[in-house]
């Protein structure tokens, strides 16, 4: 206590009860910065190693412009595999490489009755897509402890159709009454007119998520966007909501 009282007296502290407020809290800070620096080495350790992951996923894509003013909307599920890949041994940073099969559908319209007018049409369009795509996400891992994990992600993405098929419905209306229907089915990916394909065989894009894990199982979410334009003036977005098991 003297020792105390002469150290105090000899460094002009006038108010000892603010001194020992900053010891305790240089003492607190350097106990917090220790903590942290232990918890990040204890995730890098833990987090260092690679894994697989298969997902299956809820996947919406629309877009709002074309030029016939439709509004695509597409509906359908993902099933993903994927590798992860660690690229330090100190920072628990990933690379994910794998594959993706979308099966989707759509059914979009063009309403152009007119009550008034001789002759107006409804068309209605019903369309079905698959396509193989090859995804590309750099993600980090933060171990929050031994069985939750959050992993933020950024993303690309290059992928074609296997198929796309839709049917047409054209219903005819004459002053606002039902006239008669035309049928037809079209293959998207062929020359329909002028040597001009409906969708494009080949797409790319950029996407960013998320993903929680707990223990093996995992839930995330994701959005995006096409690089390439489908046709010459609009790009899907797309959404994903996706449930996974890593092993």
């Given at each position: 206590?003297?020792?105390?009282?002469?150290?105090?007296?000899?460094?002009?502290?006038?108010?000892?009860?603010?001194?020992?407020?900053?010891?305790?809290?240089?003492?607190?800070?350097?106990?917090?910065?220790?903590?942290?620096?232990?918890?990040?080495?204890?995730?890098a350790f833990a987090q260092n190693k690679g894994y697989n992951r298969i997902d299956v996923s809820y996947v919406k894509a629309w877009t709002?412009?074309?030029?016939?003013?439709?509004?695509?909307?597409?509906?359908?599920?993902?099933?993903?595999?994927?590798?992860?890949?660690?690229?330090s041994k100190k920072i628990p940073l990933f690379l994910e490489v794998g594959g993706r099969f979308i099966l989707s559908y759509d059914k979009?319209?063009?309403?152009?009755?007119?009550?008034?007018?001789?002759?107006?049409?409804?068309?209605?369009?019903?369309?079905?897509?698959?396509?193989?795509?090859?995804?590309?996400?750099?993600?980090?891992?933060?171990?929050?402890?031994?069985?939750?994990?959050?992993?933020?992600?950024?993303?690309?993405?290059?992928?074609?159709?296997?198929?796309?098929?839709?049917?047409?419905?054209?219903?005819?209306?004459?002053?606002?009454?039902?006239?008669?229907?035309?049928?037809?089915?079209?293959?998207?990916?062929?020359?329909?007119?002028?040597?001009?394909?409906?969708?494009?065989?080949?797409?790319?894009?950029?996407?960013?998520?998320?993903?929680?894990?707990?223990?093996?199982?995992?839930?995330?979410?994701?959005?995006?966007?096409?690089?390439?334009?489908?046709?010459?003036?609009?790009?899907?977005?797309?959404?994903?909501?996706?449930?996974?098991?890593?092993?």
């Amino acid at each position: 206590l003297n020792n105390c009282y002469l150290y105090i007296c000899k460094n002009n502290i006038t108010n000892p009860i603010l001194y020992q407020c900053k010891i305790t809290t240089m003492k607190t800070l350097k106990i917090i910065a220790l903590a942290i620096t232990v918890l990040l080495a204890g995730q890098a350790f833990a987090q260092n190693k690679g894994y697989n992951r298969i997902d299956v996923s809820y996947v919406k894509a629309w877009t709002g412009q074309s030029e016939e003013n439709i509004i695509y909307d597409r509906n359908g599920v993902g099933f993903d595999y994927m590798h992860g890949i660690s690229l330090s041994k100190k920072i628990p940073l990933f690379l994910e490489v794998g594959g993706r099969f979308i099966l989707s559908y759509d059914k979009s319209e063009i309403d152009k009755l007119d009550e008034t007018a001789l002759f107006s049409y409804i068309t209605k369009f019903n369309s079905r897509f698959l396509t193989l795509g090859i995804p590309i996400n750099l993600c980090y891992n933060f171990r929050i402890n031994n069985k939750l994990e959050i992993i933020p992600f950024f993303g690309l993405y290059a992928r074609a159709h296997i198929f796309a098929k839709t049917e047409i419905r054209v219903h005819k209306y004459s002053y606002g009454n039902f006239h008669s229907q035309d049928i037809r089915e079209y293959d998207l990916l062929k020359s329909i007119d002028k040597n001009e394909k409906y969708i494009k065989l080949f797409n790319a894009g950029w996407t960013i998520g998320a993903n929680v894990r707990y223990k093996p199982f995992i839930f995330g979410v994701n959005f995006g966007t096409g690089f390439i334009k489908t046709r010459e003036n609009y790009t899907m977005c797309e959404f994903a909501a996706t449930l996974g098991y890593c092993f």
